[in-house]
């Protein structure tokens, strides 16, 4: 199982971005995905995740009203779309799928690479 995130770079504070991750996991469609971000210096964190019926989603209160997590099952496909970027939110964002729940990190089974986030002020 693969999940390749990808989407992530250089942006001003105030602006946006928009990672995807692909799943090469035939049973995509029955996971509950979810974005988790590490910033420098600090631990991995919950960011967003989505029922594997496509709703409903989640969101950590740090990111809620900016950022917008969908997802195609027809293309294997999960999106966190991030407005409003600001110097925070620089991280590695990576997504990951989960059989069971949604919340913590021990839920998810499979992990992409990560992508970067660096956003200036």
């Known amino acids: 199982v693969q999940l390749q995130a990808s989407g992530g770079g250089l942006v001003q504070a105030g602006g946006s971005l928009r990672l995807s991750c692909v799943a090469s996991r035939r049973t995509f469609w029955r996971d509950n995905m979810g974005w988790f971000r590490r910033a420098p210096g ?19 209160d740090s990111v809620k009203g900016r950022f917008t ?30 059989s069971g729940g949604w919340a913590k990190e021990y839920d998810y089974d499979y992990w992409g690479q990560g992508t970067l986030v660096t956003v200036s002020s």
Do not use: H
């Open 69 to 98: 997590i969908s997802r195609d099952n027809a293309e294997n496909t999960v999106y966190l779309q991030m407005n409003s970027l600001k110097p925070e939110d620089t991280a590695v964002y990576y997504c990951a799928a989960a």
């Open 42 to 60: 600090k631990e991995r964190e919950f960011v967003a995740a989505i029922i594997w019926t496509g709703g409903p989603t989640y969101y950590a």
